[in-house]
């Protein structure tokens, strides 16, 4: 079983950056990012794959949000640049022990740990 605690989320005007962290404990080979909206389903944003150190992002994001990790701290970084209001969310962590397999890396349900999340609003 592996906790994951999300840190870094809060209020940030239209433009501005947030990064938010995820600490795990103990190593996976996948983390990864997911936000959700109210009144929205839980949408796929961004995923590390250690072994290959891959990232992978959903369109909505790309080019503004980088992902990284310590793997030394087994902590997944999410630097959020350019935010809209559309970005408001809460952020939640999620972290899988498979190896790559061809699953869908921004597919909630490939996850099996998950953090309570912290909420990032953006306003305009």
């Known amino acids: 079983q592996v906790q994951l605690v999300e840190s870094g989320g809060g209020s940030v005007q239209a433009g501005g950056s947030l990064r938010l962290s995820c600490a795990a404990s103990g190593y996976t080979n996948w983390m990864a990012w997911f936000r959700q909206a109210p009144g929205k389903e839980r949408e796929g944003i961004s995923s590390f794959y250690s072994p290959s150190t891959s990232t992978y992002y959903a369109d909505s994001v790309k080019g503004r949000f980088t992902t990284s990790r310590d793997n030394a701290k087994n902590i997944l970084y999410l630097q959020m640049d350019s935010l809209k209001p559309e970005d408001t969310a809460m952020y939640y962590c999620?972290?899988?022990?498979?190896?790559?397999?061809?699953?869908?890396?921004?597919?909630?349900?490939?996850?099996?740990?998950w953090g309570l999340g912290t909420q990032v609003t953006v306003s305009s």
């Open positions: 999620a972290a899988d022990d498979s190896w790559l397999n061809g699953a869908d890396p921004l597919e909630a349900r490939k996850y099996p740990y």
